[in-house]
């Protein structure tokens, strides 16, 4: 959901990729970088689960998964983002669980739609109807026997730019990258590095100025929705803590075609791009294993 704030300041760092004078990427970073946050996390507690308990996370990220795949078929010019949410109410509640974002701190849906040149916790609304060339992202969450899944997708509404095809592959790319990352052994800052570089050679390889949102990241997740620690999805490779068997941790970059300046609307949710341009996002629920990571809100086989 509604995607783990910084601890940093609202107004704190900014990441953009972008592509150098010779060709190569770049990265601008703002006066505080992924270290303090960081560092800040080091000796927390960290929920550890039995593989029992990853099981459990493994039915409720399959739901998840589902839904999501409910929304995307209904998601087409005409429909309003109110529509996509009852949908994903009705889907989980049919299976015995709980929306996990409805009641969140007071967040009146059971999905954040976030279309265009909102980032994460767009409010659906009777009144956003969906129209031909519009980028949606859906995050969408449940809680089955306590337990949680998180995932967000990226869903183009009709014909699409080239542009932002781009972008939102360069995203979805990225959270892969991350993901390949969450390894036993590994430190937590390896996952934000990965994002990064993936970041950078999108940038590269479409000669785009990406920005990743630095405000907002992944989370630990679990018999919470939010836990410990923080994600960033950009900073130096090993830092943090080390990546142990039975953590679960919610992978999810965001990335602007533009300046990764972000504001908050009137509605005290919704997390818009400063200077209008095109947001994207995607998300995975994973956990570590002694065999690499288990993506837990894959769709069911």
């Known amino acids: ?22 060709g190569s990427a770049a990265v601008n970073r703002g006066r505080r970088g992924v270290r303090g946050a960081l560092a800040r996390l080091r000796g927390r507690d960290i929920e550890i689960k ?6 459990a996370m493994r039915a409720a990220g399959a739901l998840v998964a589902a839904t999501l795949k409910a929304v995307t078929e209904l998601a087409r010019p005409g429909v309003s983002t109110a529509e996509l949410d009852a949908l994903a109410e009705q889907t989980i509640r049919d299976a015995g669980a709980v929306p996990s974002f409805l009641g969140y701190h007071g967040y009146p849906a059971s999905i954040c739609a976030s279309v265009n040149e909102q980032i994460v916790h767009g409010i ?3 009144g956003q109807i969906l129209a031909e060339g519009d980028l949606i992202s859906v995050d969408c969450g449940a809680i089955l026997e306590g337990w949680h899944g998180d995932a967000a997708v990226t869903i183009p509404i009709g014909t699409v730019s080239a542009a932002d095809l781009a972008l939102s592959a360069a995203c979805e790319e990225a959270l892969y990258a991350g993901i390949a990352a969450v390894q ?8 934000s590095h990965a994002v990064q570089v993936s970041c950078e050679k999108s940038a590269h390889r479409d000669r785009a100025d990406y920005g990743i949102v630095a405000e907002y990241g992944g989370h630990g997740i679990g018999s919470s929705m939010h836990m410990d620690p923080f994600l960033p999805n950009f900073g130096d490779p090993g830092q943090g803590p080390r990546l142990k068997p039975g953590m679960a941790l919610a992978v999810e970059p965001m ?16 997390v818009v791009t400063a200077d209008g341009s095109r947001a994207v996002h995607w998300e995975h629920s994973v956990a570590v294993t002694e065999d690499g990571p288990w993506l837990l809100t894959a769709p069911a086989d």
């Open 124 to 126: 659906p609304s009777a």
């Open 255 to 270: 990335l602007t075609a533009g300046d990764p300046e972000t504001r908050e609307l009137s509605d005290g949710w919704t």
């Open 50 to 55: 039995s593989r029992g308990e990853l099981e």
């Open 1 to 22: 959901m509604p995607s783990a704030r910084s601890r940093r300041s609202p107004t704190g760092s900014r990441t953009r990729c972008a592509t150098g004078d010779d």
């Open 184 to 191: 036993a052994g590994a430190r937590l800052s390896d996952i």
